[in-house]
């Protein structure tokens, strides 16, 4: 179960489980990250500076004060090992489905959300997954790797089917995985708002789960991830994005690859912060 070893919680949590619709939880694992290690500090910096952000939107006209949310805190993986660490996270998030919680999941790296999603689909059966990316994750294997960050959305499809992904803002992947994404799920290179927006007559009667990997963002909006790429959208782009979901049936979101170290400014984790913020007034 999640350990609560930063004192600090996301702004303005409560601390009724019972009460609360959705449920905020740390997933402080990167051992697959292929260039630069530190997400698993991602989620203790997003609470930590949430304290200076607005609880009310302009965005939305909604204040966080009128909503009922908990953090539970960080939850304890055996650092190093990647197959217990998912099977715990499976675990985890299955239990909070079933508690009829909308779960918003901090990483962490994002194989975090292999399991994550798995459970959602084995509690709901049908889901879609957008998917907000630089990279495709589409890799049958990375470095001999069936579980890494770079095969993610690959395994995810082969539990959920890939014509349930859609992806968004894609500019980074070796020539195979983009060939097999374009073939087989539904993949949108670069830009994410205008295609979003397009496909969403086809998401009104789905179950949505959102993974949202903050390299998706051109660097120069979140230089704190370990695999910043070139090109990406802007921050005004990805909160558009998100305010397009208002109204969806969204039953889990993760936010992923925030590596605060890489950034002396907390731009990137700040910005996480405000992500969260829209998210949880946009669905509630």
Do not use: W
């Not at 204040?63 to 304890?76: A, F, P, R, V």
């Not at 195979?176 to 927006?197: C, G, M, T």
């Amino acid at each position: 179960m999640p350990s609560n070893i930063y004192k600090s919680q996301f702004l303005l949590s409560s601390d009724n489980y019972e009460s609360s619709k959705i449920v905020i939880a740390g997933i402080p694992m990167d051992f697959t990250v292929s260039f630069k290690p530190g997400s698993r500090f991602g989620p203790s910096k997003i609470r930590e500076v949430s304290a200076s952000i607005e609880e009310y939107s302009v965005y939305q006209d909604k204040n966080l004060s009128d909503s009922k949310y908990i953090d539970l805190g960080d939850l304890e993986l055996p650092f190093g090992n990647t197959k217990k660490s998912i099977d715990l996270i499976y675990e985890f998030a299955y239990d909070i489905f079933k508690d009829g919680k909308i779960p918003i999941f901090l990483g962490g790296e994002h194989l975090v959300s292999y399991p994550l999603v798995e459970a959602a689909f084995n509690f709901y059966n049908d889901i879609v997954v957008l998917h907000f990316d630089a990279h495709a994750d589409m890799r049958d294997e990375f470095l001999g790797e069936k579980l890494s960050h770079a095969t993610v959305m690959r395994r995810i499809g082969e539990k959920i089917g890939f014509t349930n992904i859609y992806q968004f803002g894609i500019r980074s992947g070796c020539k195979d995985e983009i060939y097999f994404a374009k073939e087989n799920s539904n993949l949108n290179l670069i830009k994410a708002f205008e295609p979003l927006k397009k496909v969403l007559p086809y998401l009104k009667d789905r179950k949505i789960y959102l993974s949202i990997d903050i390299d998706v963002l051109d660097p120069a909006y979140a230089p704190g991830t370990g695999t910043p790429e070139a090109g990406g959208i802007s921050s005004q782009e990805m909160i558009d994005s998100i305010l397009l979901l208002r109204g969806l049936n969204i039953v889990g979101i993760d936010i992923v690859e925030v590596s605060p170290y890489y950034d002396n400014s907390d731009r990137t984790s700040l910005l996480a912060a405000k992500l969260i913020r829209e998210i949880i007034l946009a669905i509630y």
